[in-house]
């Protein structure tokens, strides 16, 4: 990581008003609004505490689209920018609530409240607020000294305040504005004489503007520099005039002395022994008077200079790099992603919101070719993809509607494609580097590419979930273990001719359950995916036959340590090895596509569109109950990775209700209850109402029994894909 350098809040605003430091065009939304989060800041300010650090990565002002911090509308014209400038990556809700706090800069550069980028969050103007002198604190938690107008730290400038962020929180106050209201402290007035008398004649206190505080260099210094003094002195000499009236309405002399000597301790002899004792007190009370005034500017100043935000700027050389380090410090929260720059880039040439055109496209009526259906899936979607209703994006919450934002694994897929095709759009084979799925390479994509092939690289995962769905048994994204199967899929329907031809999806399916029940991407997986790729290209263009599957399928149902017979069976198991959790989803899934009759419903078929489909259950074919010793726990079974009846051929999916007919039933009386039908298609035949599989022998020979079915079945599938392929 690179060292962090260290600049305080004015010298960053400087930068913002000059443009050096912009924001890009992420289109991602101001979170900091709520007046008590910004209020907790401020108070980390004024108590000289650290408010964390920046990311920016520097770079040409051209690479990205860029917006002026604060504004969400205002585009920065970046090519009349000469030289380097800053992108804000990490830090923009921090550092746009300081600089509204502190400066004017963002209402100067966004003078239309309308197109702030949260109008009534920054539609706020923060002050110090300080009592009156007739309701000043005990001497205790007078923190800046009202009661003797004696500024009680000792070195403003350098010490810090006895008093800490829950101390100083009632001393914010914040008073919010409309456009053209006119009032004193609004940003599109200018500063005048009127903001001086708001502040010194408020209601219940007095006012300190904590937006003159940082002052920044232009044409508007002398004038907030003016202001700001005037304001603060204003304050001071408003309550000495409180303090004299006080002095003033004591009667006797007696009285008199006390309040002298309260005020000005063992000065009070001094200023009593003159003779003329009224204007003894009322000089030394203005020279107090200025004394407190100097010292109280020089302290707000010294806060904002001690807001030193640790600055990570990063070359452009390394963007990608720029990325790990902002996941790095936000674990748990709202990362930047390589996505985020991407739409920063394409809003170079096209203003369109990049995630909402995205959106649309994703959810858009979709048109399926149904000669590539299986013909059982012909019969469930025939109806829903001749009406158009049927949406494999969205059936498959590749877009979270609730949250209104895209699927995770879906973005690193649509990066992965759309670099891939940007790279090479004529898909030779040879030219596709595993490079082009780094995020180096990503993140190096012209703006042009990533806007002429949005589009397609969306239709074609559409088309990989629709394959995805219809041939092998996958309800949504996130059941999809390996990312970058949906990548390869996605490349070859790229082109319509491939997603047209149903030999095309029968390779494509037939390579699938070779890919999953082999351990193909077990080890490896980015190395494998592009072999995987370039034969699969070089096989559809008909430029070499599909031998590079049959080698892949030899290792089905027998890869040591993954999908060999021993270890599904549980022989042999360790502290280390014991069925992999991914084998038990592909075995359900594998039988999910093939789709079969619901346990005790012969009118029932279980698939991918059944009407319980998405709350489809993985259920132990012979129950834990069942397996049980005398003392065991279920729940404890449940957990033992090595138990036999955790073994992925002891699962299947089943719906809830099929769930509750099991229920507590011994085993004698849940087997007679399974119908023939889906004893024969989950290959469990063997398993009979006599059985007690109370042993584990006998559970193992189930489970035998079922491997050698699912074997010869998932090998039988595989050899009839690709029969027009050999």
């Keep these: 990581m690179p060292e962090p350098s260290r600049s305080n809040l004015v010298e960053i605003i400087n930068k913002i008003e000059r443009n050096q430091i912009l924001l890009p065009d992420f289109q991602r939304e101001f979170v900091w609004k709520d007046e008590d989060l910004q ?7 004024l108590c000289k505490m650290p408010v964390g650090s920046i990311l920016l990565l520097k770079s040409d002002p051209d690479d990205y689209a860029a917006k002026v911090i604060g504004c969400s509308k205002k585009q920065v014209a970046t090519t009349q920018i000469n030289g380097e400038v800053e992108f804000l990556l990490d830090g923009q809700q921090r550092l746009t609530v300081l600089t509204n706090v502190f ?19 920054l539609k706020r103007r923060f002050f110090l607020k300080l009592p009156k002198w007739n309701d000043r604190p005990d001497i205790e938690e007078d923190w800046f000294g009202i009661g003797r107008l004696e500024f009680p730290i000792e070195n403003p400038n350098t010490d810090l305040p006895p008093f800490l962020t829950s101390q100083i929180l009632k001393y914010i106050y914040v008073e919010s504005f409309n456009a053209n209201d006119k009032k004193p402290y609004n940003p599109a007035e200018r500063l005048s004489i009127s903001l001086d008398q708001y502040c010194i004649s408020f209601r219940d206190g007095y006012l300190i503007p904590m937006f003159l505080m940082a002052t920044p260099v232009g044409k508007s210094k002398n004038s907030i520099v003016l202001r700001f003094g005037e304001i603060v002195e204003g304050v001071s000499k408003a309550i000495a005039s409180e303090i004299m009236t006080t002095y003033v309405e004591y009667m006797t002399d007696t009285e008199k002395y006390d309040f002298t000597k309260y005020i000005f301790g063992n000065d009070a002899d001094d200023i009593y022994n003159q003779l003329d004792k009224k204007q003894a007190f009322e000089k030394a009370l203005d020279a107090r008077s200025k004394i407190w005034a100097t010292q109280m500017k020089e302290y707000l100043s010294s806060c904002i200079n001690a807001i030193f935000l640790d600055q990570i700027v990063v070359e452009s050389s390394q963007r990608a790099r720029a990325i790990d380090i902002y996941e790095n410090l936000n674990r748990g929260g709202v990362c930047l992603n390589t996505f985020d720059l991407i739409m920063a880039r394409v809003a170079k040439v096209n203003k369109e ?7 649309k496209l994703m959810m858009s009526e979709k048109n399926y070719p149904e000669k590539v259906l299986p013909d059982k899936m012909r019969v469930i979607l025939s109806s829903k993809i001749q009406n158009r209703t049927y949406n494999a994006t969205e059936n498959t919450d590749c877009y979270n509607t609730s949250k209104n934002e895209m699927n995770a694994k879906y973005v690193d897929i649509f990066l992965d494609v759309l670099s891939i095709y940007s790279y090479v759009p004529d898909l030779r084979p040879d030219a596709i580097k595993l490079d082009y799925i780094k995020k180096w390479f990503i993140l190096n994509l012209k703006p042009e590419q990533i806007n002429q092939n949005c589009d397609k690289t969306i239709t074609a995962i559409d088309r990989a979930m629709f394959f995805l769905q219809t041939r092998c048994g996958i309800r949504t994204l996130q059941e999809v273990n390996y990312a970058l199967v949906v990548v390869l899929i996605a490349v070859v329907f790229l082109e319509d001719e491939y997603f047209y031809d149903r030999d095309v999806h029968d390779l494509l399916e037939g390579w699938y359950w070779s890919v999953l029940f082999s351990g193909e991407y077990d080890k490896d997986q980015n190395t494998t995916f592009i072999s995987n790729l370039k034969n699969m290209l070089k096989t559809v263009k008909k430029q070499s036959k599909a031998d590079w599957i049959e080698s892949i399928k030899k290792n089905v149902f027998s890869m040591t340590n993954f999908s060999e017979k021993s270890l599904l069976l549980m022989d042999k198991v360790s502290e280390d090895r014991y069925p992999k959790r991914v084998m038990t989803s592909f075995v359900c899934q594998y039988m999910l596509a093939q789709t079969y009759p619901d346990m005790f419903d012969a009118n029932k078929t279980v698939s991918v569109f059944c009407s319980d489909a998405a709350t489809l259950e993985a259920h132990h074919v012979i129950p834990l109950g069942a397996a049980k010793k005398v003392g065991e726990v279920t729940a404890d079974l449940r957990k033992d990775p090595k138990h036999i009846c955790n073994s992925p051929l002891n699962f299947v999916l089943i719906t809830k209700e099929a769930n509750k007919i099991i229920s507590d039933d011994a085993l004698d009386v849940y087997a007679k209850k399974i119908t023939p039908g889906a004893k024969s298609a989950l290959n469990i035949t063997s398993y ?10 006998k559970i193992h020979s189930i489970l035998d029994n079922r491997f050698e079915m699912l074997n010869g079945n998932v090998v039988t599938t595989i050899n009839n894909k690709l029969t027009n392929w050999r």
């Design 688 to 697: 009979v109402s006599e059985d007690s599989a109370s042993t584990k022998e």
């Design 353 to 359: 919101n990049f995630s909402g055109r995205m959106r």
């Design 39 to 45: 209020k907790q800041l401020v108070a980390s300010v």
């Design 103 to 121: 400066s004017n800069i963002i209402h100067d550069n966004c003078p239309k409240v309308s197109e702030l980028i949260a109008p009534m969050a």
